[in-house]
């Protein structure tokens, strides 16, 4: 079955069961990867240790807010 056929199938659904078509679809592509999620918090405690070191400096949130 083609994608074009798949989504003349969907759209013949009722909105709720649409959403949830579309929700399972969308947690199929967002898959957590363990060896990413492992090299960000490494990333994290190494910010976190430099901050408390006196290495770094944080910003505050307002100062960041008002550059947008």
Known sequence: ?????IAAL???LDPADRFE???QILH???????SIDG??????LRRLAAHREG?????????I????
């Not at 199929?28 to 363990?34: A, G, I």
């Not at 290495?55 to 100062?63: H, L, N, S």
């Open 28 to 34: 199929s592509l967002d898959r957590p990867d363990p």
């Open 39 to 44: 090299i960000w918090q490494e990333e994290a």
């Open 10 to 12: 969907a759209l013949k």
């Open 55 to 63: 290495k770094v400096q944080g910003i505050p949130a307002e100062e």
């Open 1 to 5: 079955m083609r994608t074009q056929e």
């Open 21 to 23: 078509l579309v929700d």
């Open 65 to 68: 807010i008002s550059n947008f």
